[in-house]
């Protein structure tokens, strides 16, 4: 039984561009979130995607942004890169109806220029 | 405020000993959920242990346990016979079901190093 799966694994940018990163939740999970880690911090909330829409978000500018596809799988998309932006991107996933817990996937580690 | 805080930066244990990573955490939520997750170097969130807010008994999973003292605002995890394995970050998060519904706040992290 896979779990969370995200791509890339690493990814390095410069100031001022876009990356899209990539999602696939757990089988049976039909809800995915988004969480920043900078480093030595807790992973921050960005936002969370149910039934293709965003349903609630953090403190995170417009810049961020993401979108559920109908097999459940998002994005997360960054414009207008900041070198604060680097971090260790995290998704996770959960059964809306289910348990509480989410599931977390490996992380993709972006590094801004 | 902080909604979750995480007093150690880093522990240190002997192999086979037991430990305990401190948590407190924040909320007027009624309705909230404590958890603990692992984060080991490959960077992947590993969930350990659950406590709800209404939940009578301290929870347990194999070697994990939670000490949750709700007028304390604690939920501390407890480890027991440590293993080498047990060396990583462990990350202690809450989500408050009526307030803020689906996020999930994490506090700062403890380091965990396991001494052969």
């Known amino acids: 039984d896979a779990g969370v799966t995200q791509s890339p694994t690493h990814l390095i940018k410069t100031r001022g561009q876009q990356v899209t990163l990539r999602c696939s939740p757990k089988?049976?999970?039909?809800?995915v979130s988004w969480y920043q880690q900078a480093l030595g911090q807790g992973p921050q909330f960005i936002f969370q995607y149910y039934e293709e829409e965003e349903r609630q978000r953090g403190n995170f500018p417009d810049r961020f942004s993401g979108h559920q596809f109908p097999n459940y799988s998002s994005e997360l998309n960054v414009n207008a890169l900041l070198l604060g932006d680097s971090a260790l991107y995290l998704c996770a996933s959960r059964r809306t109806s289910g348990a509480n817990v989410l599931t977390f996937g490996a992380g993709s580690r972006l590094t801004v220029l | 405020a902080q909604k979750i805080t995480q007093t150690q930066p880093g522990m240190f244990v002997q192999e086979k000993e037991a430990v305990t990573l401190d948590c407190t955490y924040d909320t007027s939520d009624p309705s909230y959920g404590l958890f603990w997750y692992k984060q080991p170097s490959s960077g992947e969130m590993i969930f350990l242990i659950y406590?709800?807010?209404?939940?009578?008994q301290n929870a347990t999973e194999g070697r994990y346990s939670l000490n949750f003292q709700k007028a304390r605002k604690s939920a501390n995890l407890v480890i027991s016979a440590s293993q080498l394995g047990d060396s990583a970050m462990y990350f202690c998060?809450?989500?408050?079901?009526?307030?803020?519904?689906?996020?999930?706040?994490f506090g700062t992290g403890t380091s965990l190093t396991v001494i052969p």
């Open positions: 089988s049976g999970h039909d809800t």
């Open positions: 406590q709800g807010s209404y939940d009578q």
């Open positions: 998060a809450m989500r408050e079901v009526q307030f803020t519904g689906n996020q999930f706040y």
